[in-house]
């Protein structure tokens, strides 16, 4: 244990996820160390990020207003939804350039582990853009691992009564892995190659 700010800076590293206490430590005395300026800019960041950027109201893309660019743009297909688990995913599926309908992101993955169920996620948000019939195509493009499977399986049942068609990506990603790991040309690849899901 450290004095005071030190430990506080190790304890709120210590929280972010995929940090561990070692590399807290770490983090925490290159930044003790580091150029003032440098960890300034950093701190300013961080404060404009959390005050500045939000999620958008509609399908909950990290956004600078009320909605994001993507839902904001009338050119883009409203029959199809793709469904991601991160912001991050979004702009993975965009680099494709495969994909020109829009997103909904749920806001992680269904992992009983880490106590994340289904009302955890904006799946209940889902529902809503769903209803009017304007979609007809849910593209499911969770994670290629456990929990994104998960997540995959919870939302055909659950989406396939309302005859809607449901896709999920081509096999070919990286097993385990994010699907932001995936270069662009095999997730478009995937993305091309989508399948509809068979009912379970
Ligand atoms: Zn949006």
Known sequence: MYEG????????????????????????????AADSDEVMRLADTLKLV???????????NVAEE???????DPRRDQTAIC???????????????????R????????????????????IRELMPRLADG????????????LEG???????TRLL????????RLASGLPVGGDLEYADEVTLGRAFEGRRAVDDQ
């Open 83 to 101: 469904v991601v688990e991160e912001s991050k995913d979004v702009v993975a599926v965009e680099r494709t350039r495969e994909f020109r309908g």
């Open 5 to 32: 700010p030190v430990q506080d800076l190790i304890d709120e590293l210590g929280r972010l996820p995929g940090i561990g206490p070692k590399s807290a430590q770490r983090l925490a005395f290159h930044i003790l």
């Open 149 to 155: 499977e998960a997540t995959a399986t919870y939302l």
């Open 50 to 60: 959390k005050n500045t950027v939000k999620f958008c109201e509609v399908c909950f």
């Open 160 to 167: 396939k009564p309302m005859g809607l068609r449901i896709t």
């Open 103 to 122: 997103y909904h992101v749920l806001g992680g993955a269904i992992s009983p582990i880490d106590g994340i169920g289904p009302d955890e996620l904006r």
């Open 66 to 72: 009320n909605r994001c660019r993507i839902c904001r």
């Open 134 to 145: 304007a979609v007809t195509e849910v593209i499911l493009a969770t994670d290629p691992n």
